[in-house]
C-alpha cells in the first residue's frame, strides 16, 4: 500500500499503468479504493468527535459535492470530502435528498454517526 500511495499525484496518466513491485491495473485499482475508503472512515470518526461541523456544498452541472471542515473539543481540525453525488433536478428538494444520502454513505448506516453529524453542524 505505501508504494501505491507514493504513486498519488506523480504524473501517473492511466490507471492502466503497473507499479513495479506491487501488480497490474486491476490490483492498483483496488488497493487504491481501500485506500480511499479508510480515508472515508478516518473522516468520519474525526467527524463522531467533532464539536463544530461546517459543510460546504458546490453543485454543478447537477453534481453535488460537499466539503466539510470541523473541530474538536480538544481544538483539533480537520477539512476533507464528505462526499458527492448527482442530483436529478436543481430545486431546493433536491439538494436536501442529495445531502441526505451523501450523510447517509459517509455514516455507512451508523445512526449514531448520522445523529450526531446532524446536531454539531452549524446553522
Known amino acids: 500500500f505505501s508504494a501505491t500511495l507514493k504513486t ?3 504524473n501517473v496518466n492511466s490507471l492502466s499503468v503497473k507499479l513495479d513491485g506491487v501488480g497490474g ?3 492498483l485499482t ?6 480511499g475508503d ?3 472512515r478516518v473522516d468520519l470518526e474525526f467527524l463522531k468527535r467533532a464539536g463544530s461541523i ?4 458546490d453543485v454543478r452541472k447537477l453534481i453535488l459535492m460537499i466539503r466539510f471542515s470541523a473541530c474538536t473539543p ?3 481540525t480537520a477539512k476533507g470530502l464528505f462526499g458527492f453525488v448527482e442530483l436529478q433536478t436543481g430545486n431546493n428538494r433536491s ?3 442529495g445531502t441526505q444520502l451523501v450523510l447517509d454513505r459517509i455514516c455507512n448506516s451508523d445512526p449514531c454517526a448520522s445523529a450526531h453529524i446532524k ?3 452549524e446553522t
Open 38 to 40: 479508510a480515508c472515508f
Open 30 to 35: 483496488n488497493m487504491q479504493c481501500c485506500l
Open 119 to 121: 446536531k454539531h453542524v
Open 54 to 57: 461546517a459543510l460546504h456544498q
Open 74 to 76: 480538544e481544538m483539533d
Open 8 to 10: 498519488q499525484g506523480k
Open 25 to 27: 491495473r486491476k490490483k
Open 95 to 97: 439538494l436536501q435528498e
